[in-house]
């Protein structure tokens, strides 16, 4: 009800008669697990003050395929919408600094994902196990993508493009851990160095490779292997 400052954890867990939900805008902090395997809950509509979405919130939510997300959003916390299997699209407010490790784990529909230019930090499994997920492009605002970031995220029958910008300073060397890559998109010295680690995690090498101005150097084993 409005005036509610907070909501305790686990506060509307395993409800499985709970369709949709409605936190008022007087809600500033939500514990984890708020609504983890709410089996039939599809609609959630957050509010603008709410900063961080807690470990575990929606976790299991298989029904969810639509969220409100907070205007003021900055942390998307681990597992917090592992393997909500109907949500298909991902559109962040450009608030979002971080997202955790295994946030969107397994969420199997999720195929078109656009991330904010605040984005700094992609965690461990952030989007792993999406396999409808083809086209990443990585905002230039991020500096780090943890192990297995995208690892399994792929359907064979689809083309893989994935676009790395310069303002990445660490990748994981399995961020892209048994995927088919047809396209990559690098920009700086670093990420030319951490190709060789890269391609080898992937099911395949990439058959395209592009450049950017800011990547000086060429490692003629990748070449070779692309």
């Given at each position: 009800k409005d005036g509610t400052v907070c909501i305790a954890s686990f506060a509307l867990s395993n409800q499985n008669n709970l369709d949709s939900l409605y936190i008022p805008n007087s809600v500033v902090s939500v514990g984890g697990g708020i609504c983890?395997?709410?089996k039939s809950l599809r609609y959630v509509d957050l509010p603008d003050e709410l900063k961080t979405i807690s470990a575990n919130s929606f976790y299991g939510c298989e029904k969810l395929?639509?969220?409100?997300?907070?205007?003021n959003l900055e942390l998307i916390g681990g597992a917090a919408f592992s393997g909500c299997k109907s949500l298909n699209t991902l559109n962040l407010p450009n608030t979002v600094i971080a997202i955790g490790d295994n946030a969107f784990y397994g969420c199997e529909s999720l195929k078109e994902v656009n991330l904010p230019q605040s984005l700094k930090e992609i965690g461990e499994s952030a989007f792993s196990s999406c396999p409808m997920y083809e086209n990443v492009v990585i905002p230039g605002s991020v500096v780090s993508i943890g192990a297995n970031a995208f690892s399994d995220s792929?359907?064979?029958?689809?083309?893989?493009?994935?676009?790395?910008?310069?303002?990445?300073?660490?990748?994981?060397?399995?961020?892209?851990?048994?995927?088919?890559?047809?396209?990559?998109?690098?920009?700086?010295?670093?990420?030319?160095?951490?190709?060789?680690?890269?391609?080898?995690?992937?099911?395949?090498?990439?058959?395209?490779?592009?450049?950017?101005?800011?990547?000086?150097?060429?490692?003629?084993?990748?070449?070779?292997?692309?």
């Open positions: 983890s395997n709410c395929s639509a969220v409100e997300w907070p205007g792929w359907s064979n029958r689809a083309q893989k493009r994935v676009t790395i910008p310069q303002s990445v300073e660490f990748i994981d060397e399995t961020a892209f851990a048994n995927t088919a890559l047809t396209y990559l998109n690098i920009d700086s010295d670093y990420l030319v160095e951490q190709l060789p680690s890269l391609c080898a995690s992937s099911s395949s090498a990439p058959t395209e490779i592009v450049f950017g101005d800011n990547a000086t150097t060429i490692v003629p084993s990748v070449m070779e292997n692309s």
